[in-house]
């Protein structure tokens, strides 16, 4: 599977982007996409992911600000971030996961300036 991932960019806090990440290759059904991310000198983290059933999950950082939706056909995520703030400065990395199976996308860099 590869993952194509697009719309990060410098936003002023408050401001809002929304980012894409479309998937192709060898698909099943039953699969999770969603949004990671990590700023300069931490872990990556878990910012929101959607299964192919509709079931959700969001860091509690970003929920109420951050809404992520899916397309099953194509396969496509998009994460739309509303009211970003300084420390959701990140590279955002897309990740596919089926089976026993995962991929990560190339990453794109959010920038929010105080």
């Known amino acids: 599977v590869q993952l194509q991932a697009s719309g990060g960019g410098l936003v002023q806090a408050g401001g809002s982007l929304r980012l894409s990440c479309a998937a192709s290759?060898?698909?099943?059904?039953?699969?999770?996409m969603g949004w990671y991310r990590q700023a300069p000198g931490k872990e990556r983290e878990l910012v929101a992911v959607?299964?192919?059933?509709?079931?959700?999950n969001y860091a509690d950082s970003v929920k109420g600000r951050f809404t992520i939706s899916r397309d099953n056909a194509p396969n496509t995520v998009y994460l739309q971030m509303n009211t970003l703030k300084p420390e959701d400065t990140a590279v955002y990395y897309c990740?596919?996961?089926?089976?026993?199976?995962?991929?990560w996308g190339q990453g794109t860099q959010v920038t929010v300036s105080s």
């Open positions: 290759g060898t698909i099943f059904s039953i699969n999770v």
């Open positions: 959607l299964s192919s059933g509709g079931i959700t």
């Open positions: 990740k596919f996961v089926q089976r026993n199976y995962n991929a």
